[in-house]
């Protein structure tokens, strides 16, 4: 399993965990995909399939393999879900509580951890000019 499968899983169900999908977020996320390297192809298709499938399943298999991850991508995909969640200048509840689920009680990683890697994160998707594409 790798980072971008985990990723794009959790993006998912990021945007999808307050019922209302943002511009802000969407561009964020397309800069999250140009930063990992995925393909704006391979993205919408992973998108478009993981429509059809319940969330409870997503959410097994992006912990799953999630886990499989090395500690540094682990920090790095919480790190991604953070920046997402703030493009709009605001984390909603339900944003934050499915964060914290899979931060802290399903992966066990350090908050301080996720906030440094997320500041470098910040650093890096706002130094590239931002784009909306019509990915949701």
Request: glycine share 2%; charged share 30%.
């Amino acid at each position: 399993m790798n980072l971008k499968s985990a990723l794009i899983k959790l993006y998912y169900l990021l945007v999808h965990a307050d019922s209302e999908l943002n511009e802000r977020e969407i561009a964020v996320g397309n800069q999250m995909i140009k930063a990992e390297g995925i393909s704006e192809s391979d993205f919408q298709t992973t998108f478009d399939q993981l429509k059809k499938r319940s969330e409870a399943n997503i959410y097994s298999e992006a912990i799953e393999e999630i886990k499989k991850l090395d500690h540094k991508s682990r920090v790095r995909c919480i790190a991604w879900l953070c920046v997402v969640a703030n493009a709009d200048g605001f984390m909603d509840k339900k944003e934050w509580q499915f964060i914290y689920k899979v931060y802290h009680k399903e992966l066990n990683l350090s908050l301080d951890e996720v906030m440094k890697v997320q500041k470098e994160l910040v650093s890096l998707t706002f130094k590239r000019p931002q784009s909306l594409l019509s990915i949701l």
